[in-house]
Every structure is written in C-alpha cells, then in structure tokens.
C-alpha cells in the first residue's frame, strides 16, 4: 500500500521541463577562405549550423556563387559539418534594392527566384537556405513577404528550412527627435514570423543609430559602439512585439571599426574607416602604443592619434559577446549565430559560446 501511495505521489509532482538548449550558428565568409575554413572545422562540434556566404544575386536576378563551394576547402568543410550532422544553410546575399524591388514586383519574377533557390537547395542536398536581402526599400513590404511563403511552401516539400536574417529595428522614440506620425518598414515582421523558420536578428553595427543611449552615454566619452547590450535589448524586445522569441537567433558581431573621431563642439562625428578583427584590433593597439579598455558599452576600446587625426578603435570581443549569449538564454530565444568566423577571432570566444 506504501509504494501505491508513493507511486501516486510522484505521478501528481508538476513537471519540471528544463529549456531548450540555445543552438548557435556561424557564418563563413569566402573573402578568408583558409583561415575561415580552418577555424569553423575546428568547432563544429559547438555548432548546430554553419552558413557559407556562398551566393549572391546579380542585378538580373542572377544567383551565383562567389565561394566556389564545389572547392576546396569548402567541400572538406561541408564534408566534416555533415559527418558531425551540422546543419549546412548557405545564405545568399543581396543588397541591391532597386533589383530586388524589381524581382519582387511580380509573381512570374518571383516565381522564377524561388526556383533557383530550391534547384541550389535540393541540388546541393543543403538543410535548408539563408535569406539575407538587405538594402530593401518599403515599396517591397507585401511582395518581399509572399515571395517568402511561396518559398517556404516550395522548401517544406523536401523539409528544407527557411532562415530569415533581418536588420534590427529600434523603437521610434530611440530613432527620432520628432516621431513621425507613421513610418514604413521594408520587412514585414508579421509575415516573416510566420514564414520564417528561423529569424536572425542582426543586433548590431549600432553605431550612433540610438538617439537615447548617445545622449546616455555622452559624459562618458566617445560612444560609437558595435552593440551595446542596452541596444541590443531594445531590438530584441521590439522585434519580440511581432516575432515569437522560439523563432529568434541572436546574431552577434566578431569584429570592430576603426573611425576617425571629429569634434563638433557638441558632439562626435564618426568617420568609418575600416573593419577590423580581433587580431588587427591588437595589431592597431600594439602598433600605436594604446591600451584597450572596456567602455561603456561593455566593448574594447581606445583612442589613438594618427596621421594627424584622432582616431577610435571599438571591438565586440569575447567578454561583449558572453553578454548577449547571456541574454539570449535568459529570453529563452532560440540560438546565437555570429558574424563572423574569419580565423583572426578573439582567442577566448569559443569558450562563451557554450
């Protein structure tokens, strides 16, 4: 009679379901082939998906392949990703807006569009493809939307995947002194949440881009930051106003910018300069006798002089990215995919990624 009792006080215990571990991802970028290569293989054991940045799409609509994928070393690449049953989802990349505009224009365009992107995916036997159009102008609104569920119908015939990588968007009051009375949107979040399996949200290249957080952060010096975890909180919470956080990837930035600094009198201006990785960020730091610090966006930082100028160098290291896994977790999301794996990463950034 005991046991009964206590077999049927165990069965009426709630269940306790624990979360979904995070997945993270990576884009490859072809422009550092060996180097990218060599460093993805070596952690594909703490990777769930890789994405090549294998194709782009030409003015006519074109989709062709930069990354000669069908060479070395991209096929011992995708070979070791497919022994260790990583996801392999290319993206193609497309920021021309104008062309795009036109490819969306008409459901013969799209339709034609769509077919080359299935071809590649069934041809390839990839898991699925990566859709970054950036650069859209909002006169694509509704024709960018149908074209992504007429291409997920078409994927989930062969239960192909559909990635949809997006710009972040702030709320109004952090983009606007004056807030319109409304603002257009390129990308519908409604139709992507619902088309999309998977949404990754660049919550990055901040720059001065948060009215809020420069005003914030003024007295404390120079802030131009690659993602601010304030920043990036934002873009999450808006985007989760339309998009369901189990379909959210946090993208996060591996790499930095060298600007020259401009004083305004009441502000900085930022010129750009360059990008840089974990490695020319130190090169830069050694070579100018600087040392980093973190800033107040939680990034690496120093000023230098040069050329006569001043100058500003910011880096989303490994300690900046640990936040945003941080809060990736804490939300519940869906996974981490970063930007990138170039082979000059910050040597501890695999030890966050976890």
Known sequence: MKKVLFLLLILSLPVISQAKALEFSAWVPYWKKTAASAETTAHLNQLASISPFSYEVKANGVIWDPMKVSQEPWVSLLSSARAKKVKIIPTIMWNDGQAIQKTMATKKNRDAHIKQIVDIVNTKNYAGIDIDYEGKT???????????????T??????????????????PSSRFLNIPEEIEYANDY???????DEVRLMAYDQMTADIILNRRNKSAGLYTPVADISFVKKVVAYAHQQISYNKIVLSVANYGYAYQVIDKGTFYDYKKLSALSYKTFMELAQSTNSTPVRNSAGELAFAYTKEGQNRYAVLSDSVAIATKVKLAKNLGLKGVALFKVDGESDPNLWTVLK
């Open 138 to 152: 909002t006169a694509v609104f509704k024709t960018f939307g149908l074209f992504l569920k007429d291409l997920s």
């Open 154 to 171: 078409q994927l989930h015939k062969n239960k192909k995947v559909l990635v949809c990588t997006v710009e972040p968007r702030l709320p």
């Open 190 to 196: 409604k139709m992507i949440n619902t088309y999309c």
